[in-house]
């Protein structure tokens, strides 16, 4: 029973490294990104996030990358407004 119990906090805890580095990979690549490219890269997150579970998109992507959810939105409105030409 001790040797599972040690497994699955091992397990654990190279989960949480693994997403403690894409989370600061993801910052990074935002960081270096440009206005439009900063829309297109969230509103490209969001919709991946979206294929996993629908509920709770935004809020994943904006605790990913350390922005308010707020800004996610903005984000995403302006991307649907390039796609539209406004």
């Given at each position: 029973?001790?040797?599972?119990?040690?497994?699955?906090?091992?397990?654990?805890?190279?989960?949480?490294?693994?997403?403690?580095?894409?989370?600061?990979?993801?910052?990074?690549?935002?960081?270096?990104?440009?206005?439009?490219?900063?829309?297109?890269?969230?509103?490209?997150?969001?919709?991946?996030?979206?294929?996993q579970e629908p509920r709770g998109?935004?809020?994943?992507?904006?605790?990913?990358?350390?922005?308010?959810?707020?800004?996610?939105?903005?984000?995403?409105?302006?991307?649907?407004?390039?796609?539209?030409?406004?």
């Open positions: 029973m001790s040797i599972m119990l040690e497994s699955f906090r091992a397990t654990t805890a190279e989960i949480q490294a693994m997403k403690a580095q894409q989370k600061g990979q993801a910052i990074a690549i935002y960081n270096g990104m440009t206005g439009g490219g900063k829309s297109r890269y969230v509103s490209k997150l969001v919709e991946i996030e979206a294929a998109a935004q809020s994943r992507v904006a605790d990913m990358l350390d922005l308010s959810e707020g800004r996610i939105s903005q984000l995403l409105t302006s991307e649907k407004n390039r796609k539209n030409g406004r």
